[in-house]
């Protein structure tokens, strides 16, 4: 059976015959690079381009462009279909021709004609229909080239009298009709002899208005009453009108101007990321490594103030702007950093909402598990959590498109391009020698020429403000204003530059990066088990290059590693962390001032008891504990005794206990649970009622509102915790009771939410298909394109073969014979088959068994062996014998 309908010595007429004739690898590329087209698997390769012609599909991959294949793109949309080469490389290089451009197009033009944007053979080149109905230029939708219609489009609705007035005034012969006078005009401005003599006629102030006009926008303003030199230029068509009182180049005039070329400047070449700072690499492990244990001490510093249940999640979801200023207040930062600690644990899965009536934010079940992990191990859970969230920090505290705030944990901080833009920059940080720190400036202008910002000049990047040209002032003679002035803008504020700041400013808190430069454990994470570049400025991504073929690989370098990759990459990120971190200690400094100094991290044990028996005076390097009354009583509310804290400490100090420390703990013991507090509402009961004299005398116990039931017991309205607090604030160590008079411990009651699984990232469209899939598709598209084209056997002899893209159609005997006749002869059959839902297809079948209203056969379309019922079966034809 054939699977081409066209000779293959002839050019393609469509895009499907362009795709038909490509090998699986080409169309494997294809599918690689816009996945969308396979949701679902097109039944063939007609369907394939019509798909890949759709304005959804068409504008995802012009977005994922980089700014000369988008130039090659908007030049083609610019020129008469179909194109040249030469045609093409003329409006890149211009007339004087460049280089850069010449050693570059044949990657783009290969690379464009790989997904299926251009088609066609070197000297017909075509841009896809809606590829270029979005490029060329219209007066609602302006062209990045800055280019105006051309002049039979900008003369479309002129009449036959003023064409032949503009062909005199521009000293052309007249013509009878005006399609021979529009080829007339368009030759004159075409010609590089003509039109230098035709310039040379113009006033000074014409070449003033064309110098403004020929790099866009093309539109001007005229009255009725023009000036002459603004006359001179409309009476030889150099202006041709637009609408009332606007008037545009034409865009053969405009190239002329330019010297061939469709962009003010072409950038072949990707620009460099520069190094700002060079440090020792060294330096800058030991810079991160520090900010990396930072990390990891101030997530469980979040969740440990979340430990008995955190702030309470807003009806909407995330966190309230109060709620997360406290946050900030307990961890000692400013609220953005907060909100990104915060949003980084969510995506770590360490925290979660609870799912109570009245849901409140706390800790899962895997924040214990990662707390047993070596700290390389939890930092690269959380680095690899970073790098695949779609999440955005960087977004909170904004407003949604609809007006409403972005809260932390909340909804509308996803951003698809997150994970690529952070795995992008981090490579051109890795493609800089090691220790080196990107200047940002340049690192921002490679990125926007990676993906050029939606709705901005891809042709054009911002003109300095020394190079801007202001338009004339109108007078009463002139009457002339350009349409549109230029303003030179700042540093863009497009969302992939914001991003990139963003990723810039992450890196370093999490200790990817260290002083600015990529560490090695950071290197680690991006490269996998890659070799690091090599040094030097043309090393890697850091150093212009021409742009790449289209033999590279389908998944660009820089796309988000699949999940199973950063698991093996975060794998090697601990690794190479390890060293890196300081070991934890067993040890503190106990000092006479009732403090603790801790050198370092801490082992958990030990860190543990700290926690509860002291407080943090102060962090750094070290960790500064001060012991109270208040935290001693804690220890011992939490079950430990006197004897075991002496123990401890005399355990876990390199300096003796020290006495005034041994006072405070000996001193609150004997005090502790002296007084005793149960539930009626609440008592106290006393052995010595001297203490309850004491309490009932204290003015400030007038809140408790007590009463002696006995000469050792007060009762109180008050509940017992309010009375425990009470009866402390007034100096005294009461403890708990149970109802059997046993001194209940009181221990902080961990609040874990059920088990939560992590925040998928949200991804842009379908995700790249794996090598099963791609193979599978490609098998189904080549297979039911082969049904769609065969050729079948005539219904008759000397009749024409029957049409093939439509449903046979025969009776039900005539289906069972046919089919009963190929099952004996081992023929394949063309059927049509309408599946449970309605749908039909057309189907290539080579019958095996018929019975019981079923026909069992190998289907080259989906290349398995399939049952049909024979009802289902639309009409059977035979194939002929090519």
């Known amino acids: 059976m054939s699977t081409e309908s066209t000779p293959s010595g002839t050019a393609p007429r469509t895009l499907a015959e362009d795709l038909r004739r490509r090998d699986d690898a080409s169309l494997g590329a294809l599918l690689a690079a816009r996945p969308d087209l396979l949701s679902p698997v097109p039944h063939d390769i007609s369907q394939l381009a019509t798909r890949a012609g759709t304005r959804a599909s068409v504008v995802r991959a012009l977005e994922h462009l980089d700014r000369f294949a988008l130039q090659a793109a908007e030049a083609l949309a610019v020129t008469a279909e179909p194109a040249s080469y030469a045609t093409l490389h003329g409006l890149l290089a211009g007339d004087d021709g460049d280089a850069a451009v010449t050693a570059a197009l044949p990657g783009v033009v290969a690379r464009l004609r790989a997904q299926a944007l251009v088609w066609g053979a070197e000297d017909r080149l075509r841009l896809v229909r809606t590829a270029r109905e979005l490029l060329t230029p219209s007066p609602q939708h302006p062209s990045p080239t800055g280019l105006g219609p051309t002049v039979a489009e900008a003369t479309a609705g002129m009449s036959p009298g003023r064409l032949q007035d503009i062909l005199r005034g521009a000293g052309l012969p007249s013509t009878h009709d005006p399609v021979s006078a529009v080829a007339e005009l368009t030759a004159l401005f075409e010609d590089r002899e003509r039109m230098p003599r035709l310039l040379d006629e113009a006033p000074a102030d014409a070449l003033d208005v064309l110098g403004r006009l020929v790099w866009g926008p093309p539109y001007g303003q005229v009255t009725h009453h023009p000036a002459p030199y603004v006359r001179w230029l409309l009476d030889r068509g150099l202006l041709l009108p637009a609408a009332v009182g606007t008037v545009v180049l034409p865009r053969e005039a405009a190239l002329y101007l330019r010297a061939g070329r469709a962009h003010r400047e072409t950038q072949p070449v990707a620009p460099a990321v520069e190094t700002a700072r060079a440090h020792d690499p060294a330096v800058v492990d030991a810079a991160a490594a520090g900010q990396a244990y930072t990390a990891l001490g101030t997530v469980e510093e979040l969740l440990k103030e979340w430990e008995e249940g955190g702030p309470a999640a807003l009806r909407a979801g995330g966190l309230s702007v109060r709620d997360l200023k406290r946050t900030a207040a307990a961890l000692g930062t400013g609220g953005p950093e907060a909100g990104f600690w915060v949003e980084l644990a969510y995506a770590a899965g360490l925290l979660a909402t609870d799912g109570q009536a009245e849901e409140r934010y706390a800790a899962t079940p895997e924040y214990d598990e990662w707390l047993e992990r070596p700290a390389a191990a939890r930092w690269a859970q959380l680095a690899a959590a970073w790098l695949a969230a779609t999440r955005t920090p960087g977004l909170i505290g904004g407003q949604d498109a609809k007006g409403r705030a972005l809260n932390a944990l909340g909804p509308g901080l996803d951003r698809t391009a997150s994970p690529e833009v952070r795995q992008r920059v981090l490579a051109l940080l890795a493609a800089l020698p090691a220790g080196s720190a990107a200047d940002p400036d340049s690192l921002l202008a490679r990125l926007r020429w990676e993906r050029p910002p939606r709705g901005t000049s891809a042709g054009a990047p911002p003109r300095p403000a020394s190079e801007q040209r202001a338009p004339a002032q109108p007078d009463a003679g002139a009457a002339w204003s350009s349409q549109a002035p230029r303003t030179g803008p700042e540093r863009p504020s497009d969302p992939r530059s914001r991003l990139a700041e963003w990723t810039l400013a992450e890196a370093e808190l999490l200790g990817v990066t260290g002083r600015g430069a990529l560490s090695s454990h950071g290197r680690a994470l991006v490269e996998g088990d890659a070799p690091a570049p090599a040094a030097g400025p043309t090393a890697g991504a850091s150093a212009p290059r021409p742009h790449d073929s289209a033999s590279d690989a389908p998944r660009p370098p820089f796309a988000p590693p699949t999940p199973a990759e950063l698991a093996v990459r975060a794998a090697g990120a601990a690794r190479v962390l390890a060293p890196l971190l300081p070991e934890p200690l067993d040890h503190v400094l106990l000092q006479a001032d009732l403090t603790a100094v801790a050198p370092g991290p801490l082992q958990r044990p030990l860190a543990d008891l700290l926690d509860v028996a002291a407080e943090v005076e102060s962090k ?74 004491e309490i009932m005398a204290d003015t ?83 297979a039911g394109d082969d049904a769609a084209t065969v050729t079948l056997k005539p219904a008759a002899a000397g009749a024409p073969p029957l049409p093939s893209g439509q449903l046979p159609r025969t009776s039900n005997a005539e289906t069972l014979a046919t089919m009963q006749a190929a099952v004996m002869t081992g023929e394949a059959l063309w059927i049509g088959y309408v599946n449970a839902e309605g749908a039909a297809s057309q189907r290539v079948i080579a019958p095996v068994r018929v019975e019981g209203g079923f026909v069992t056969a190998y289907d080259h379309t989906a290349d398995e062996v399939r049952t049909y019922p024979l009802h289902r079966i639309t009409g059977v034809a035979e194939l002929a014998d090519s």
């Open 620 to 693: 750094g390097g070290a960790t500064v504990y001060r012991f109270t009354a208040g935290s001693v009583r804690r220890a011992l509310d939490a079950g430990r005794s006197a004897t075991d804290l002496h123990a401890f400490l005399a355990a876990h100090s390199r300096t003796p206990v020290p006495q005034p420390l041994a006072y405070l703990i000996d001193d609150v013991a004997r005090r502790h649970g002296h007084l005793r507090v149960g539930g009626a509402g609440s008592y106290v009961r006393c052995d010595d009622d001297g203490v309850l004299n």
């Open 700 to 782: 400030r116990s007038g809140s408790l509102r007590l009463r002696r039931l006995a000469p050792t017991v007060l009762a109180s309205q008050a509940d017992p915790n309010t009375l425990l607090e009470g009866l402390r604030s007034l100096g005294f160590a009461p403890s708990a009771e149970s109802a059997d008079g046993d001194v209940l411990i009181t221990r902080a009651l961990a609040h874990r939410t059920p088990p939560r699984a992590a925040p998928a990232p949200v991804h842009e469209g379908p995700p790249a298909p794996d090598a099963a899939l791609m193979a599978a598709a490609l098998r189904a598209i080549r």
